[in-house]
């Protein structure tokens, strides 16, 4: 069962930034699909950034041009560089891989706040 977790939440001003990473417990060489999903406090979890199948990025509109996905496969590590975070990017992440199983972390609290 593929392990993965979250690191990088924590509290930051409106217009600040952070690094999200996600360390998976397997190769993550061969996995096409991964990535970052968030969910606030009565909302539904939603798409951030993710690596699909089919070899495209995908962003939601939301985060486009501030939330730059990246990964490192030589460390199994997922990254999600937020810039210019605003209140409504407060949430819980969590990242995501699907290689025929998938698996989830256990989420990292990102909270922005003045």
């Known amino acids: 069962q593929v392990q993965l977790v979250e690191s990088g939440g924590g509290l930051v001003q409106p217009g600040g930034s952070l690094r999200l990473s996600c360390a998976v417990s397997?190769?993550?060489?061969?996995?096409?699909?991964m990535g970052w999903f968030r969910q606030a406090p009565g909302k539904q979890r939603d798409m951030v950034a993710i690596?699909?199948?089919?070899?495209?990025?995908n962003y939601a509109p939301n985060v486009k041009g501030r939330f730059p996905i990246s990964r490192d496969n030589a460390k199994n590590t997922m990254y999600l560089q937020m810039n210019s975070l605003k209140p409504e990017d407060t949430a819980l992440y969590y990242c995501?891989?699907?290689?025929?199983?998938?698996?989830w972390g256990q989420g990292t609290q990102v909270t922005v706040s003045s």
């Open positions: 397997i190769s993550i060489s061969s996995i096409s699909a």
């Open positions: 690596f699909a199948r089919d070899g495209t990025t």
């Open positions: 995501y891989v699907n290689y025929g199983i998938s698996g």
